[in-house]
């Protein structure tokens, strides 16, 4: 009961934010920018809908056959479908309640595969720190091919997280969090060898091998490839949401790199970036000269064409998972009565 109220509260916080973050968008736009933004996102050409689809299908799809990497190690061999109907109802699922998605697509799996859930969720973890790697690269990235037209921004960015009033650099943030990670690390050692054998105990030992799974992939190289592709795919989707919407066909590919590097941020602070992820592509479409009203609608056509894809697959997902693996017992029945 005391979980299912966390959610819930959890789920309010961030969908509050996210009504505050739209509201304040709405109200920072004159009337003139308003209806320039809303003719904007009327003239959306429907031709770049299915591309968009298809590869954001194939970025989920990246997505599956790299986890199913990580989980070889663990002697966990899933079919490659249930991999990726499992991906998709767990983006379906972070969509409505955040985070959950990731517990959403191991017990997915585990229910369909009969494999431990516990081993799996340590995988995940490992792909989002990997990830985590990923974007500060594609960061450096940005910054590399374009830093003339990013840095203004980037440093804007540095001087409001950091530096005070007077431009001194902020010391007590980062010693706080060094302190919190500390104590925080120093806590979990302390009850981990409590509970180490423990059920609890024994469910973080799995958790921890999923983690280093890592470490132990065989074909490093198709795991990279796997890797790029998947990020691959994110800038492909923007660039074709710049010729999708009217006022940004002009737009360089690379800035590509950009959107999809700083609109990360905007995923991350609220649900899927309901809110945050718009406000920010439009600071940095700014940057390349694309009006705020313009920035703001491919914000916004964006945000929903990443969305629509999730729910279409995920709910596609939902209907053929259960389908696909009757099918296959159907299939293993025959071959086991023969």
Not at 25 to 47: C, F, L, N, P
Not at 87 to 92: A, C, D, E, R, S
Request: with cysteine; proline share 4%; aromatic share 12%.
């Amino acid at each position: 009961m005391k979980q299912k109220k966390g959610t819930v509260l959890q789920i309010i916080i961030f969908l509050g934010l996210a009504a505050i973050l739209i509201y304040w968008q709405y109200t920072a736009m004159d009337e003139a920018q308003r209806d320039k933004m809303i003719t904007a996102i009327s003239g959306v050409r429907w031709e770049y809908a299915l591309p968009v689809l298809i590869v954001g299908f194939l970025s989920h799809y990246f997505r599956a056959l790299r986890w199913k990497l990580l989980l070889r190690p663990l002697d966990i061999r899933p079919a490659i479908a249930n991999v990726t109907f499992a991906v998709l109802i767990g983006y379906l699922v972070n969509a409505l309640v955040p985070r959950l998605g990731e517990v959403a697509k191991c017990t997915v799996l585990a229910r369909y595969e009969k494999v431990p859930a516990d081993k799996m969720v340590g995988t995940i973890l490992a792909e989002r720190a990997f990830d985590l790697v990923c974007l500060l690269l594609l960061f450096g990235l940005t910054f590399a091919t374009q830093y003339s037209v990013i840095s203004p921004y980037a440093k804007e960015l540095y001087r409001s997280a950091f530096l005070d009033q007077e431009g001194n650099f902020i010391w007590s943030h980062i010693l706080l969090t060094i302190v919190f990670i500390t104590i925080g690390a120093g806590i979990f050692i302390f009850i981990y060898r409590k509970i180490k054998n423990t059920k609890a105990g024994g469910i973080l030992k799995s958790i921890g091998e999923g983690l280093r799974t890592v470490a132990r992939i065989r074909q490093r190289g198709l795991f990279v490839f796997y890797t790029l592709m998947i990020w691959g795919m994110y800038v492909t989707m923007t660039i074709i949401g710049f010729y999708a919407l009217p006022g940004t066909e002009g737009v360089p590919a690379l800035a590509g790199l950009s959107v999809v590097a700083f609109g990360s941020i905007g995923m991350i602070i609220t649900p899927g970036g309901i809110g945050a992820y718009p406000p920010i592509v439009a600071s940095i479409l700014l940057l390349y000269g694309i009006s705020l009203p313009i920035g703001n609608a491919y914000g916004w056509v964006s945000w929903a064409a990443q969305t629509g894809v999730v729910l279409i697959l995920g709910l596609a997902s939902l209907v053929l998972l259960p389908v696909y693996n009757r099918k296959k017992y159907d299939q293993q029945e025959r071959i086991d009565t023969e």
